[in-house]
C-alpha cells in the first residue's frame, strides 16, 4: 500500500477485556515495529520484526501484550486482559533494513 | 539502560528565524541516528537521518549534526515556518537494532 495502515483508529474497551490491533506495513518492507506513546510522552519500544529472525520482544511491558506477524506482512498486537494504564496512542512503523521508519497514524486505546 | 534524551522541552521562535533543537544520548554503541516531526494526531514523519560516519548532513531547509564527542545531536531548521510547529524526536539505533526515541521537543513557532 501507499503507507503504513493501522486500524481501528480508535478503540474503547472496558477494563479486562481483550483487544486487537491491527498494521499493514508498506509492501516490501522487511522490518516491523510496535510502540507505545502515552500522553504527551515519547514512543516507549514495544516489539520489532525482521525478516524471518525471531522477533525483538524485549519492551513488552508485561506478558499481557504479544504480537505476531503473519506471513512477514500484517502484524497483530494483542493485549489481553487490559488495565487502565494500557490506554495510549499504539503506533506501528515499517522500514526497509532497520532505517527510515515510516509510521501509521496509531491507534487510539482508551480502557475504561 | 542507555537512553536518547533532550535538553529543552519546548522552544518557541519567530516566523522566519533559525530554530536548533538538541539532543543528548548515551548510547556509544549508536551508528544511526533520526530526527522525526510529529504533528498532533498524526503518526512521527521522518525528517532526516544521519550515520556516525558523517559530522552534517543537509535536507531542503534541515540540517542534522552530530558531535560523536559529547554524543550530541541537533535538528537545524532554517526560516522557521508556521507548519514546522510540532513536536521533534531524535532517535538512535546501535547496529541496525530498534530505534530508541527521546521524550521530545515541542517547537512553537510565532507569527
Known amino acids: 500500500g501507499a503507507g503504513v495502515s493501522q486500524s481501528p483508529s480508535n478503540k474503547v474497551t472496558e477494563k479486562g477485556k481483550d483487544v486487537e490491533l491491527r498494521c499493514d506495513p508498506i509492501?516490501?518492507?522487511?522490518?516491523l515495529y510496535w510502540y507505545r506513546q502515552s500522553l504527551g510522552q515519547g514512543l516507549e519500544f514495544l516489539i520489532y520484526?525482521?525478516?524471518?529472525?525471531?522477533?525483538?520482544k524485549s519492551g513488552l511491558p508485561s506478558d499481557r501484550f504479544s504480537a505476531e506477524r503473519t506471513g512477514g506482512s500484517v502484524s497483530t498486537l494483542t493485549i489481553q486482559r487490559t488495565q487502565q494504564e494500557d490506554s495510549a496512542v499504539y503506533l506501528c512503523?515499517?522500514?526497509?533494513?532497520?532505517?527510515?521508519?515510516?509510521f501509521g497514524s496509531g491507534t487510539q486505546l482508551s480502557v475504561l | 539502560g542507555e537512553s536518547v534524551g533532550l535538553h529543552l522541552p519546548t522552544l518557541s521562535v519567530q516566523e522566519g528565524d533559525n530554530s536548533i533543537i538538541n539532543c543528548a544520548y548515551s548510547?556509544?554503541?549508536?551508528?544511526?541516528f533520526i530526527w522525526y516531526k510529529q504533528e498532533s494526531g498524526k503518526g512521527p514523519q521522518f525528517i532526516i537521518d544521519?550515520?556516525?560516519?558523517?559530522d552534517k548532513r543537509q535536507g531542503q531547509r534541515v540540517t542534522v549534526l552530530l558531535n560523536k564527542t559529547v554524543k550530541h545531536l541537533s535538528l537545524q531548521i532554517a526560516a522557521t515556518q508556521p507548519g514546522d510547529s510540532a513536536v521533534y524526536f531524535c532517535?538512535?539505533?546501535?547496529?541496525?537494532?530498534?530505534?530508541?526515541f527521546g521524550s521530545g521537543t515541542r517547537l512553537q513557532v510565532q507569527p
Open positions: 520484526f525482521q525478516g524471518n529472525s525471531a522477533p525483538d
Open positions: 509492501s516490501g518492507h522487511t522490518a
Open positions: 512503523a515499517s522500514s526497509f533494513l532497520n532505517e527510515k521508519l515510516f
Open positions: 548510547n556509544s554503541a549508536s551508528d544511526y
Open positions: 532517535a538512535e539505533s546501535p547496529g541496525r537494532r530498534a530505534l530508541t
Open positions: 544521519i550515520r556516525s560516519n558523517m
